[in-house]
């Protein structure tokens, strides 16, 4: 990057301080749930859902902010923070939209599926994808029809090279 060149930043992060908060736990809990599923029935290995392993890590906006600051190359412009439902066709703006629980499951899952389904395959084989998002689904829908989640913060850093 060149003196004063920009960099903008999104990514996934959580609201509050708490790295064990809901923000960033729930979803993962529920595509293991649905993992777990499948060990049940005997479709996927204990061994092999023991071995799959995803270091993640949602920071928040006080972390992002100390990071940029204490690594000193970069101004930094414009720090934001924005939350965005689970099943992005939920409009939290219309009194009036009602929850169809498998759609949004479905829309959830899709989601996941885009950015997982290779790591998936890579590990346990490509038999058990459809199985696994379908499950996935039926519990993302089962949960947001008792809790109205949002998805993880969207953070949106805007930063000068010094």
């Known amino acids: 990057m060149i003196t004063e060149g920009r960099m903008l930043l999104t ?3 959580r609201s509050i301080t708490d790295p064990t908060s809901k923000d960033c736990c ?5 595509f293991t749930k649905s993992l777990l599923d499948l060990v049940a029935e005997g479709l996927v290995c204990e061994s092999d859902v023991d071995s799959f392993n995803v270091p993640y890590y949602y920071p928040c906006k006080e972390e992002v902010r100390e990071i940029i600051e204490n690594e000193g190359s970069f101004v930094l412009n414009k720090l934001e923070i924005f939350e965005v439902n689970w099943d992005f066709e939920d409009d939290v703006c219309n009194e009036n939209f009602v929850l ?4 949004s499951g479905r829309n959830v899952a899709n ?4 950015v997982t389904e290779s ?20 519990h993302v829908g089962e949960h947001l029809s008792c809790e109205k989640t949002k998805y ?11």
Request: net charge neutral; with cysteine; hydrophobic share 50%.
């Open 111 to 114: 989601c996941i599926r885009a």
């Open 152 to 162: 993880y913060v969207t953070i949106v850093v805007s930063m000068t090279m010094k």
């Open 26 to 30: 729930t979803i993962w809990d529920l």
């Open 119 to 138: 790591m998936i395959a890579s590990h346990f084989g490509d038999t058990i994808i459809d199985d696994l998002f379908s499950r996935f689904a039926q």
């Open 11 to 13: 990514f996934i992060g």
């Open 100 to 103: 169809e629980k498998s759609k």
